[in-house]
């Protein structure tokens, strides 16, 4: 498809698949529904994309699944292995005997043999299965980071997934990790935009050889967990104006240039479009040094999902 080279790959390590660094993300709150995720996805493959981030909790598996099934059919790709497929194991299976479930769960959905990444979605245990939230504070445990992990290794051994990563962890929560890992973590997906820099985890990832993907690269525009502070933001208008590009694109250059992949969700055909055209022109010193000066501040947190509960502040509070 025409567009489909403009985007740069990475590679991951232990992963022989590179991974596009522009993934479309399929998260909605509320959710979209089966045929609206499932166009969106077809036009975007239309577009050029070719890395699709999912996850069981964002309910678009099946939708992605259908997707990717006429893609193939409809000859828009070659064949499955011309697509990045990344999903998430809940906080409700991060039990050691319910991963390897889990993940089979996450194929039999997207109705593929395998995933090219499965990450844990967030570094904490739900003792039952949710379908609400803020959940009840005894429900919520701490993760059995050996035992999760060892799992996780065992759905890359069984061939259920190419790589294996983590999402939403912290520095702290990584180095824990890497002391008992056997097959290190490829992928952190973690929130980063300019307004939430992430250097401190950059730079630890960047020495442990873990790649970093950004979520919410803009910021979340006003979903349930962001807020307007990236396309508000003068600093960012300032730098869009003298390019000719608009604020959500100089963001996502950024993203780019601090050697990062990106989960941008779009599902305007527009903006689809415009997400992708970053990667031929480049910001100058200056702009990078006034995009660093930013105030810093979270947008996403775990207590503003699952409650302020113990656990959950303890873990927020490690970024």
Known sequence: MAGAALIPSVKLSGCEKAMPVMGMGTASFPPAGLEATKAAVLEAI??????????FAYGSEKAVGEAVAEAVRVGLVESRDDLFITTKLWASFTH???VVPACRMSLQNLQLEYVD???IHW??????MV???PVPVEIVKHLDM?????AMEECKNLGLTKAIGVSNFSCTKIQQLLTTAKIPPAVNQVEMNPVWQQKKLRD????????VTAYSPLGGNNTKWGDNRIVESDVLADIAKAWGKTTAQVALRWAY????SIASKSFNKERMRENLQIFDWTLSDQELDKISQLPQAKGVTLASILGPHDIVLEIDAEF
């Open 117 to 119: 990444l499965y990450l």
């Open 96 to 98: 050691p005997t319910q």
């Open 46 to 55: 239309k577009a050029g994309y070719r890395h699709f981030d999912t996850a």
């Open 123 to 128: 570094p904490v245990t739900l003792t039952e």
């Open 146 to 150: 050996k035992g999760v992990w060892e």
């Open 204 to 211: 630890l990832c960047n020495e442990k050889s873990i790649h």
């Open 257 to 260: 240039e601090q050697g990062v």
């Open 131 to 133: 379908w609400k939230t």
